[in-house]
């Protein structure tokens, strides 16, 4: 069995730990639909660069949703790696050591 596998199992018996686990699961959740998000922008901007609109948009205003699309994504980022800041800190213990 991998073993992050078996620590979530460990985790899932926890209820605190299944509670947080319910948080993180759904904030990843959030972030992976989101990134759906920039990479449909990022299609309509390349397509209405190259002919002039895309889903009735122009590029101008894709690239002013990309610009606040981004914005949001830098804090959802920012939040995705302070829940994770332990796993983070272990991994760069590894990759340091």
């Given at each position: 069995?991998?073993?992050?596998?078996?620590?979530?199992?460990?985790?899932?018996?926890?209820?605190?730990?299944?509670?947080?686990?319910?948080?993180?699961?759904?904030?990843?959740?959030?972030?992976?639909?989101?990134?759906l998000?920039?990479?449909?922008?990022?299609?309509?901007t390349?397509?209405?660069?190259?002919?002039?609109?895309?889903?009735?948009?122009?590029?101008?205003?894709?690239?002013?949703?990309?610009?606040?699309?981004?914005?949001?994504?830098?804090?959802?980022?920012?939040?995705?790696?302070?829940?994770?800041?332990?796993?983070?800190?272990?991994?760069?213990?590894i990759?340091?050591?």
């Amino acid at each position: 069995m991998d073993p992050m596998a078996k620590a979530f199992e460990e985790a899932k018996k926890n209820p605190k730990m299944r509670k947080r686990l319910k948080v993180k699961a759904a904030f990843s959740m959030l972030l992976f639909i989101m990134f759906l998000g920039v990479i449909f922008i990022t299609i309509g901007t390349v397509m209405a660069t190259k002919t002039g609109s895309f889903l009735g948009l122009n590029r101008l205003q894709f690239m002013e949703l990309r610009s606040k699309y981004g914005i949001i994504m830098m804090f959802l980022i920012l939040i995705h790696l302070t829940m994770n800041r332990n796993i983070m800190k272990k991994e760069l213990e590894i990759l340091f050591e």
